[in-house]
């Protein structure tokens, strides 16, 4: 579908969903896909149907366009009131302390990262909410895992924080939907790439900050080796992804865990080597830390057929398409 094809239908969508009252609560909208998705839900449903929350008010278009909510995704009260407060029927649970930052703090990780999934579960075990968008990773693949086009259903042994909390989530999301008929419904995303938002703690971050350091600096140390291959992800299109499966017919989604979502995959010198065609004078070091293992650990490209024939997705954004949007956006 083009985004022409993609704007029509989102126009139809929206005068339907007005009229189904479907009312959105995003838990995390303040973070780097929660800013985006918000920005686009308001578009389609209406800034009165969407509500964002987050740990802290900041200054910016999330809190100053629209409803917005202080809400700890760990209180259960808190949401419960926001949710019979504004008649919520669908929750998208943005919030989760990404792979390098859970390192830091594997016990707040595994807390934030399963309590908060819990309270909405159980909000729509006991049908107070309708549909609940979860985000898993490919963080819960792990080094037994074959690398190269990793399958939907493979080997599964996460070594990492991060990457057990999404893998533990995958399976209550099942469970959740098997034995009480709750709606969930959830992606894999590979390492996503925005220029309005700066991403949080993940290791697929130097994929945003090469850009940021080639325009402002012309040079960029990566804390990634220069042949470490990973699947990613231009923001348009996982936020794209998060729509469509929602708005997907429920029996159309089979995979009730979580589905792989395939998009570009390259290394630090691909990358460096697409920047270079705009800007030629960049130039890229190499200094590996910590993170080095947690990538070494993950998959290096995703086989998403399962999503292609269960909602019809399909990425739109190569590497050559999101370097010319990214410079074009961030100079
Ligand atoms: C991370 O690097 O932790 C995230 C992810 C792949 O889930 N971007």
Redesign the pocket.
């Known amino acids: 579908m083009t985004h022409k094809d993609f704007r029509k239908r989102y126009l139809c969508l929206q005068q339907t969903n007005r009229a189904m009252n479907t009312k959105i609560l995003i838990i995390g909208a303040c973070g780097?896909i929660g800013t985006e998705l918000t920005k686009k839900l308001r578009n389609i449903y209406g800034v009165e149907n969407v509500i964002a929350s987050d740990i802290r008010k900041l200054n910016n278009d999330v809190v100053n366009e629209g409803i917005f909510e202080v809400v700890n995704a760990l209180d259960f009260n808190q949401i419960e009131h926001l949710v019979e407060q504004y008649q919520v029927t669908d929750v998208y649970l943005m919030a989760a302390l990404?792979?390098?930052?859970?390192e830091k703090n594997p016990a707040f990780a595994w807390d934030l990262n399963m309590n908060s999934l819990f309270h909405v579960l159980n909000l729509a075990k006991a049908k107070k909410i309708k549909k609940i968008f979860w985000?898993?990773?490919?963080?819960v693949f792990g080094p037994t895992t074959p690398r190269h086009n990793t399958p939907q259903y493979t080997i599964m042994e996460p070594s990492?924080v991060?990457g057990i909390s999404?893998q533990s989530g995958e399976r209550w999301c099942e469970y959740y939907h098997n034995i009480y008929g709750v709606d969930v419904r959830s992606i894999?995303?590979?390492?996503?790439i925005s220029w309005s938002t700066e991403?949080g703690?993940?290791?697929?971050?130097y994929a945003v900050d090469i850009y940021h350091k080639a325009l402002e600096n012309g040079t960029y140390e990566c804390f990634l080796s220069e042949e470490t291959a990973?699947?990613m992800m231009y923001m348009d299109d996982a936020i794209r992804a998060t729509i469509e499966i929602m708005q997907a017919p429920a029996e159309n989604i089979h995979v009730r865990s979580s589905y792989n979502l395939g998009g570009v995959s390259f290394t630090p010198k691909e990358i460096a080597q697409e920047i270079k065609k705009h800007i030629p004078s960049f130039t890229i070091t190499y200094k590996p830390d910590f993170?080095q293992k947690?990538a070494d650990s993950?998959p290096a490209s995703i086989d998403d057929t399962v999503a292609q024939k269960d909602w019809n997705w399909k990425h739109e954004f190569d590497l050559a398409a999101m370097t010319v949007d990214m410079i074009e956006h961030l100079k």
Request: proline letters at 13%.
């Open positions: 780097q990404l792979s390098a930052t859970a985000p898993s990773s490919i963080a990492t991060y999404k894999r995303y590979p390492g996503l991403p703690g993940g290791t697929t971050d990973l699947p993170r947690i993950w």
